[in-house]
């Protein structure tokens, strides 16, 4: 049946027509959808795990047990789970275990751009690369017939424009390979003589992939009728490509970039005048080229930053710009702000009006950055946020252990957050945690994790306990705070700054856009009170704005949080039910 | 069929359901026997920042996204938007917009300008079609509406019989909402400016 459908989707449904059973994963724009989509079969179990680490160890284990296994990612996310993929390509593996990841050109939504591609090259597994929803669902069932086949691990992946488009797909019938015994096999133990035969085996490996690289319709020309150029390119590019050139020119479409063929390249290259090889970030098809001695234009002509697109690669090749027109006055910007609502801005406006200095992690709150709270000073990865301030407070003393703080959401605490709170207590500076606690996973959309009490179905789970956690690594100051009251945030804020030994502040109140979150009326403004000094626009709501000199509320947008009332001095915003105390 | 690939944009703030509006337009399109492809955008933009769809099709569409100078028509949720995608306009484009204004965080902050009279601006430019969807959204009983508003409007300038539009919401939407959403729809399709 004819679906259109989201490459992410279009991976889930390779799952399930693979007869996968496990997926394991950790949310990631772009990766996110594929898991949630996933669970929407009954037969394959998918859990989301605290990271990326544990959810490839965990599928490798799944597949260990003989049954078809799967882990979900965004390309930071790889670098998580690093760690087993390159012991896991030595051990190998018999029954399928792929691993998506997703890599963001263009950085949508993600603090670097990294590629990919590297990974596959460095760990020596292969890697596919579709370039629409059908080879999202094709290449994933293909990923797990080649793991078997070849016993490694393959990685698909995914770039944004992939994973968030959506094309046609011509579904099949689900088929579950039989469950495979499990047979003890010491050659597992990656001791050191062990991986020693391990890494002969993972090079003959590579050499017969290569063979296979040779022949597979994975990797295949598309013929054209001007032998004056030909192209070279995988994945989103090839669409661009084919957009601008359609059946013009010979190319060489890339779908599977590790290890790439060496015979099919020379042919291809032979065949044409000028050879161009056109892919995002990083030149791994140019330098395959030049190792082999085939002279090529790539990064010569297309930049290694951003995303492209069809008018992109016309206009480095020379081509004619398409006409267009704009409005003479200057657009402002619309960058994405913290909600109306939102539990995270009463505590950065506290942060704010402290003067901390803020080490930031990963999730909305990093909006906190932004105009007029400006309440982050950096951030860099997740977890970051606990042990970068624990080695700047050891370099700066204790001027600044009392100024500074590291905000993380719950989430990200127990992604990686944990290591570096064990970092500060063990190794003893007077650090102060926040964290954010807004009972859900928010940026990526609203993902269960281990501190909300729900698995990935939603169905009740063991909840871990943040304040029993906190306290059992040796904190011995941990409380409490309802980010809404703004009194009870800035003392909890200047006493935890204030002390001589680690503390944790855990900020708690649900995400304002939770479904079981119940609002408030919204806040009205008493315009004879209002004296349009926008105090109440410190905050950085969307739902305020200040017109003709008076505060407005949109009440659309308003959850009645409550937090712009508390920052009016002359009572003019003020709750509809009276409870004005 | 053998037609040109057609080019349409759907643009507004995130949050504003501009994913409904991209499902639907692609479920009708997909039953017309085109093919198609829809561009979305998730993650961050979402939290009330400036969102972009693409939706393309024809007998064969290649690019999942459109270029400057290259939509046919733009749908836009909120009227800045319409303006900042303009330059994505064909010449001889047209460009259908909601007249809502929601103002970016730099311009509630008082860094940046709302720029004034933007629908005079725009149809210097442009063929355009404004309306207040938020107004017949909340005639049709949901202000959350306005996408499907929106849809109606835009099914005027295909030649597609209004059956095959409905149908469609009834395989998008909920079916507690169809009613709701198939009035938005008329308001939208039938409504006539002042």
Redesign the interface.
Same mark, same amino acid.
């Given at each position: 049946m004819?679906?259109?459908m989201?490459g992410n989707k279009a991976v889930a449904r390779g799952f399930y027509e693979a007869g996968c059973c496990i997926v394991s994963s950790y949310p990631g724009?772009?990766s996110?959808?594929i898991t949630e989509e996933a669970v929407k079969y009954d037969e394959i179990y998918c859990e989301w795990a605290p990271n990326e680490k544990v959810a490839l160890e965990a599928a490798h284990g799944a597949s260990l047990g003989g049954r078809r296994a799967a882990c979900c990612m965004k390309h930071v996310g790889l670098n998580v789970a690093a760690d087993p993929l390159f012991s896991i390509s030595y051990i190998g593996t018999d029954t399928g275990l792929v691993l998506l990841v997703a890599d963001d050109p263009g950085m949508?939504?993600s603090q670097n751009e990294q590629d990919s591609r590297h990974y596959a090259i460095a760990a020596k597994v292969p890697m596919l690369e579709p370039a629409?929803s059908q080879e999202a669902c094709d290449f994933t069932k293909q990923a797990f017939a080649l793991s078997e086949q070849f016993h490694t691990p393959v990685i698909v992946r995914m770039v944004m424009?992939i994973c968030?488009?959506?094309?046609?797909v011509d579904t099949c019938e689900r088929v579950v390979p039989p469950q495979r015994e499990y047979v003890k096999d010491q050659s597992r133990v990656m001791l050191p003589a062990q991986a020693r035969k391990a890494h002969i085996r993972v090079e003959q490996r590579t050499k017969d992939l290569i063979d296979f690289a040779e022949t597979s319709p994975l990797n295949r020309v598309d013929e054209g009728r001007d032998h004056s150029m030909g192209f070279i390119t995988s994945s989103?590019c090839y669409?661009?490509v084919?957009?601008l050139f359609g059946d013009t020119y010979p190319v060489l479409k890339i779908g599977m970039c590790n290890p790439l063929p060496v015979k099919k390249f020379q042919d291809f290259a032979a065949s044409v005048h000028r050879v161009i090889v056109v892919e995002e970030l990083d030149p791994i098809l140019e330098n395959h080229c030049r190792m082999l001695g085939i002279p090529v234009e790539g990064k010569s002509l297309f930049p290694m930053v951003g995303e492209f697109?069809?008018?992109?690669i016309a206009s480095c090749l020379g081509m004619d710009?398409? @006409?267009?027109?704009?409005?003479?006055?200057?657009?402002?910007?619309?960058?994405?702000?913290?909600?109306a609502g939102c539990p995270h801005r009463g505590l950065f406006y506290t942060l704010k009006k402290n003067n901390c200095m803020v080490y930031g992690d990963i999730g909305?709150y990093t909006?906190g950055s932004?105009?007029?709270l400006n309440a982050m000073d950096l951030n860099v990865c997740m977890g970051a946020s606990l042990s970068g301030m624990h080695g700047f407070n050891k370099a700066r003393g204790p001027e600044y252990e009392h100024k500074t703080v590291g905000v993380i959401g719950d989430s990200t605490f127990v992604h990686s957050g944990m290591t570096g709170l064990a970092d500060i207590v063990y190794n003893n500076s007077a650090s102060t945690v926040i964290i954010l606690d807004n009972s859900i996973t928010g940026? @990526?959309?609203h993902q269960q994790n281990p501190t909300t009490g729900y698995n990935i179905k939603g169905d009740p789970a063991a909840k871990i306990d943040l304040e029993a956690l906190c306290r059992a690594m040796g904190v011995r100051r941990v409380r409490v705070v309802d980010p809404y009251d703004l009194k009870a945030t800035d003392e909890a804020v200047k006493e935890e700054l204030a002390a001589d030994e680690p503390s944790v502040i855990i900020s708690r109140r649900p995400c304002a856009l939770l479904k079981n979150v119940r609002h408030q009326s919204p806040v009205q403004v008493d315009t004879d009170k209002c004296v349009g000094c926008?105090a109440c626009?410190q905050i950085?709501c969307?739902a305020?704005?200040v017109r003709d000199k008076k505060a407005r509320v949109d009440t659309?947008l308003c959850v009645g949080c409550d937090v712009c009332r508390q920052m009016c001095r002359f009572g003019a915003l003020v709750r509809p039910d009276g409870r004005n105390a | 069929m053998n037609q040109p690939v057609r080019n349409i944009m759907i643009v507004g703030v995130g949050g504003q359901g501009s994913l409904l509006a991209s499902k639907l337009l692609g479920h009708l399109l997909l039953n017309k026997g085109f093919d198609v492809k829809v561009s979305e955008v998730h993650g961050m933009s979402q939290r009330g920042g400036s969102v972009v769809t693409y939706v393309r099709f024809g007998e064969k569409v290649y690019s999942p996204i459109i270029d400057q100078g290259e939509a046919d028509l733009i749908v836009s949720f909120e009227l800045l938007e319409a303006a900042r995608w303009l330059p994505y306009l064909k010449e001889g484009g047209q460009i259908v917009t909601n007249t809502q204004m929601i103002d970016p965080m730099p311009v509630i902050t008082g860094a940046a300008q709302y720029p004034e009279h933007l629908e005079e601006k725009i149809a210097e430019k442009a063929r355009l079609d404004a309306l207040d969807c938020l107004e017949l959204a909340r005639q049709a009983g949901s202000a959350k509406a306005v996408n499907i508003v929106l849809m109606g409007r835009l099914s005027r300038y295909f030649d597609f019989p209004e059956e095959d539009w409905l149908e469609s919401i009834e395989a998008c939407v909920p079916a507690r909402f169809v009613d709701l959403n198939k009035t938005a729809f008329s308001l939208g399709r039938n409504h006539t400016p002042a």
């Open positions: 004819k679906q259109l989201l724009t772009p996110t959808e949508h939504s629409d424009r968030h488009s959506q094309s046609v989103t669409q661009y084919k957009e697109s069809q008018s992109l710009a398409k @006409t267009t027109q704009a409005i003479a006055d200057p657009i402002p910007p619309r960058p994405p702000v913290m909600c909305c909006l932004f105009a007029p940026m @990526t959309g926008k626009m950085g969307p305020i704005a659309t | -």
